[in-house]
């Protein structure tokens, strides 16, 4: 999808990451694009073009907080690259009349993907495997038997868009499928379980996929306890869901018997303790970091910036 406005006065653009070549040479076609993530000093950078910027393009994980909209009073959306917006101060925004505008649908897929690649290299402890040969290991080493992955029990955390994904890539594996969210869904066949904890007890693999606009951690040492010794834990959602003090420790101990995690609760900090762990798999959020998807993804923003500067309502506005 194209975008010319050549023929009026180009709006001012701050990107807080990068984005895709193709998307980006649109940006520079149509408007003013000013880089955050380049600056060597951001407040001396938003001290000196925060008056002119209109419209943000960030990522779901990055957001936009109120301190950097304060910044920014010319301020009239900030263009979301996925589809989480817990990362931004939502009422903020409302109270100034700025449209948050995500990227739905687009990343379903990659995602789910990326949520099923995860439980397969954790219960087959491929991450393990592949440093036993990348560091001339094999000879001398006997990996453990590792978990089967078919027909294991599946407990998903938010049966939304990619919850639903992951309970149709995994159904492939003659697998089991419950699930939890704020309320049971009558138009699925899987058994509801209103409680996180008797989930929890009853699954091999728990799966998180909600929404993190709650902000509060949902993944607890009792939820944990309750997974228990044989149970996976896999995380595709927000690292803030979790207490991630209490899940190292369960994994440090083999309270839980391994982990895939694609998000932290500080990217891109992670605790070193993880590092050094032979039962999980670690991701950098690379969950929807596809060419395909992230140009998708880019040209559903390209479509909300558009729509908002010729005075139409953002199509995908929150
Ligand atoms: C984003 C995400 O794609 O969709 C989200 O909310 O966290 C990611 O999948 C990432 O933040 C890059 O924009």
């Given at each position: 999808m194209m975008f010319n406005n050549s023929d009026k006065p180009k709006n001012h653009i701050l990107l807080t990451q990068p984005v895709p070549d193709a998307i980006d040479e649109i940006l520079l076609r149509d408007y003013h694009?000013?880089?955050?993530?380049?600056?060597?000093?951001?407040?001396?950078?938003?001290?000196?073009?925060?008056?002119q910027i209109e419209g943000v393009v960030t990522g779901g994980a990055k957001g936009l907080s109120r301190e950097m909209m304060a910044a920014l009073p010319a301020l009239k959306i900030v263009a979301v690259s996925g589809i989480g917006t817990d990362a931004v101060d939502l009422a903020y925004a409302a109270g100034r009349g700025i449209f948050v505008t995500t990227t739905p649908g687009v990343l379903t897929d990659d995602v789910a993907d990326m949520a099923?690649?995860?439980?397969?290299?954790?219960?087959?402890?491929?991450?393990?495997?592949?440093?036993?040969?990348?560091?001339?290991r094999w000879p001398q080493?006997?990996?453990?038997?590792?978990?089967?992955?078919?027909?294991?029990t599946v407990g998903i955390i938010g049966m939304g868009r990619v919850g639903q994904a992951i309970a149709r890539r995994v159904s492939a594996f003659d697998t089991r499928i419950l699930y939890t969210d704020l309320a049971a869904i009558p138009t699925l066949d899987y058994p509801f379980v209103a409680d996180l904890h008797a989930l929890a007890q009853e699954v091999d693999v728990l799966i998180l996929a909600a929404s993190a606009d709650s902000g509060n951690v949902i993944i607890t040492e009792s939820v944990l306890q309750a997974l228990g010794p044989q149970g996976y834990f896999i995380n595709v959602a927000r690292g803030k869901l979790v207490?991630?003090?209490?899940?190292?420790?369960?994994?440090?101990?083999?309270?839980?018997?391994?982990?895939?995690?694609?998000?932290?609760?500080?990217?891109?900090?992670?605790?070193?303790?993880?590092?050094?762990?032979?039962?999980?798999?670690?991701?950098?959020?690379?969950?929807?970091?596809?060419?395909?998807?992230?140009l998708a993804m880019g040209n559903m923003v390209l479509e909300n910036l558009a729509a908002c500067f010729s005075g139409a309502l953002p199509p995908h506005r929150v």
């Open positions: 694009v000013h880089r955050l993530y380049q600056a060597s000093d951001s407040q001396k950078m938003l001290a000196d073009i925060g008056p099923l690649g995860l439980l397969i290299s954790t219960l087959r402890q491929m991450s393990e495997g592949e440093q036993v040969v990348r560091s001339g080493t006997n990996l453990p038997l590792a978990r089967k992955v078919t027909g294991v207490d991630e003090k209490a899940l190292l420790a369960a994994l440090t101990e083999k309270r839980i018997a391994g982990a895939g995690l694609d998000v932290f609760a500080s990217e891109p900090h992670v605790p070193e303790g993880f590092f050094t762990l032979n039962n999980v798999t670690l991701q950098p959020h690379r969950a929807s970091a596809t060419l395909q998807t992230r």
